[in-house]
């Protein structure tokens, strides 16, 4: 799978939008972008995934670049509760392949 | 989302003896459940993988006989620390990956909220 690479630690102000980016330059066609989050202490949530076509759901957006080279995961309006570490992973779409998480971005969420 | 548990959620044991972690997929069928472990500060680790029915698949340097998995039904996964010493503390989060039971992708993959193993 490919690797990914995101910066250590942002922060954000409550009330504003978390842009979380994540370069993924070597991805190949049929790898898949994933986030998730880990709220200290607890098991990793999953938040959303795509392809290629930018993609929206409850908790989050997801936009991928048209090159597929890079991403960005946006938190609309970041509460203290999305204080976490946020995960970008690439895998293929296969029910066989793993999850590897690397180290991810640390977001603190402050008033 | 799906929900995952994990039992119990937090352990203490004495050094030497053996800990069993449950791992149970509530409302979907899971074929394919992972095990990582996570110490202080650093990342989820990948331990192996368990397919019900068969034998796990461990990650290289994970000793397949101190940490024993048994996946013995669509919706329970074990891992067993056996001999457990103090450089096993850590903690233990299970994952189990969508296939059937409810509407959904098996691209999605939902977590169990972990296990504290502390051994003294």
């Known amino acids: 799978d490919a690797k990914t690479t995101q910066p250590t630690s942002m922060d954000c102000a409550e009330g504003r939008a978390a842009n979380l980016p994540c370069n993924h330059s070597?991805?190949?066609?049929?790898?898949?972008v994933y986030w998730y989050r880990q709220i200290h202490s607890q098991g990793p949530q999953y938040i959303i995934h795509?392809?290629?076509n930018n993609e929206t759901n409850e908790m989050a957006s997801l936009i991928i670049t048209e090159d597929r080279k890079s991403s960005t995961l946006i938190l609309p309006h970041a509460t203290l509760r999305d204080t976490a570490v946020y995960y970008c992973?690439?895998?293929?779409?296969?029910?066989?392949?793993?999850?590897?998480f690397g180290t991810g971005t640390r977001l603190q969420v402050t008033l | 989302g799906a929900v995952v548990s994990q039992h119990p959620s937090r352990v203490i044991c004495k050094s030497g003896t053996s800990v069993k972690i449950e791992c149970r997929s509530l409302?979907?069928?899971?074929?394919?459940m992972f095990w990582y472990r996570q110490f202080p500060k650093q990342s989820l680790m990948l331990m192996a993988t368990s397919n019900e029915g068969s034998k796990a698949t461990y990650e290289q340097g994970v000793e397949k006989d101190k940490f024993l998995i048994n996946h013995a039904s669509l919706t329970l996964s074990t891992l067993t620390v056996t001999s457990a010493h103090p450089e096993d503390s850590s903690f233990y989060i299970c994952?189990?990956?969508?296939?059937?039971?409810?509407?959904?992708?098996?691209?999605?993959?939902?977590f169990g909220p972990g296990t504290r193993l502390t051994v003294l």
């Open positions: 994952s189990a990956r969508w296939t059937s039971g409810r509407g959904g992708s098996y691209n999605e993959q939902f």
């Open positions: 070597t991805i190949s066609g049929n790898e898949y």
């Open positions: 992973i690439v895998r293929v779409s296969d029910p066989a392949s793993k999850l590897t």
């Open positions: 409302d979907f069928q899971a074929t394919t």
């Open positions: 795509g392809l290629k």
